[in-house]
């Protein structure tokens, strides 16, 4: 089961600020090894993550698992929309939800990302996520994306 972080109420004024955020907070957490940062600022140069959705954007920036010493992600809504690189070409998106992973495992990666893009593809599940209030973010995430199998069994 991965850590989950949440921070809303934050503004920034680059991509390059929200990584370098990512990398401090999660170092500070003790989630990830000295090398992460770097690591993640790079892959993101060279792998941009941002994914234009129906009625938002969002961005999931990652790194390879080498570089993690648990599993965590860190859910970020900030203020106002950051601009990301498109992962699919050349130009920028006004990213409104930053899901940083941090993932051990490339196999559990890959089930998380393929879970990830299956659920915010839904319009209705991105749109609780942006609109939810602070406190409740972690909870419909995990309910949304991390556990949507155990969620459905209990109704």
């Known amino acids: 089961m991965s850590q989950l972080f949440v921070r809303t109420g934050i503004e920034f004024s680059s991509r390059q600020q929200v990584l370098e955020h990512i990398g401090d907070e999660m170092l500070a957490k ?10 993640l600022i790079e892959r993101e140069a060279n792998y ?17 698992a080498v570089h993690a010493k648990s599993a965590a992600i860190y859910l970020i809504r900030p203020d106002k929309p950051v ?34 893009f299956g659920e915010l593809q839904n319009p209705n599940s991105l749109e609780a996520l942006l609109s939810a209030p602070s406190e409740r973010l ?9 556990e949507p199998e155990s969620s459905s069994q209990a109704l």
């Open 30 to 39: 003790g989630v990830v090894h000295e090398t992460w940062p770097a690591a």
């Open 48 to 64: 941009p993550t941002g994914i234009a959705l129906e009625c938002h954007a969002v961005a999931i920036p990652h790194c390879e």
């Open 83 to 116: 601009n990301f690189q498109q992962a699919d070409d050349d130009s920028e998106i006004a990213v409104s939800l930053i899901i940083a992973l941090i993932v051990e495992n490339p196999t559990a990666q890959l089930k998380l990302l393929r879970r990830l």
């Open 138 to 146: 972690a909870t419909l995430f995990r309910e949304t994306i991390l």
